[in-house]
């Protein structure tokens, strides 16, 4: 499809912050650039995954980052099951497509992320 118009894509990282709180943030790339977008959201230390978008939603590519070992192999495919639903994602392609910016980032709304161990009571 490139050689009909060159590549329009939507590069989304979801990036680790800390156990219970990730990030995303997305990139409207074209051309040779959209190679070069998905390459460092692929190698960053924090991406958990990455996914490439259309500018229809559909994805075109998606894979585990360098920092997925930051949180349970059970997160991951959780998280991997809502990248078409999530409302968090969707806010940010939604803004990607309709040229409102050609970056954005916010916490990533989940009710996934891992509890949190309870402090020892000091009784």
Known sequence: MWFL???????????FEKTDSYS???????GKNAET?????????????????NQKGAILESG???GVHHIPATKVKELEKVLHTNQSIRELLRILENGQSKKAAQK?????YPVRPAAPSSE
């Open 24 to 30: 995303i943030n997305a990139n409207r790339a074209k």
């Open 108 to 112: 990533l709304i989940w009710s996934g």
């Open 64 to 66: 585990h980052g360098r």
């Open 5 to 15: 118009g060159g590549k329009d894509w939507n590069v989304v990282g979801i990036m």
């Open 37 to 53: 977008v998905k390459t460092r959201v692929k190698v960053h230390d924090r991406t958990i995954l990455w996914i490439v978008y």
